[in-house]
């Protein structure tokens, strides 16, 4: 597990981590007892997901996938990754 950059979606109140080592975006609910709700597959394997940042409304989080050059789009209602963008 490694965290390297994490998006806290203030319209939702979840927060948004990327663990590269495990190719997927844990989301969180940032209060006692700090809950995962749910792990969002990212990418395609190897993906190493990096950084991430959530649009200003709060719809959509963008995870940048280190190994495979690409960022995913993840949208937050679904809490899924809805297309992933060669970069």
């Known amino acids: 597990f490694a965290a ?17 080592s495990d190719n997927n975006v844990s989301v969180f609910l940032p209060a006692p007892p ?20 959530a649009t200003p409304d709060g719809k959509y989080e963008y995870d940048s996938n280190y190994n495979n050059g690409t960022v995913s789009v993840i949208a937050t209602p679904s809490n899924s990754e809805i297309t992933t963008i060669p970069v």
């Not at 979840?14 to 590269?20: A, E, G, I, K, R």
């Open 34 to 53: 700090n809950t995962v709700l749910t792990n969002i597959a990212v990418g395609t394997i190897p993906s190493d997901p990096f950084g991430i940042t």
């Open 4 to 20: 390297f950059g994490i998006s806290a979606v203030f319209a939702t109140e979840y927060l948004y981590v990327p663990n590269q």
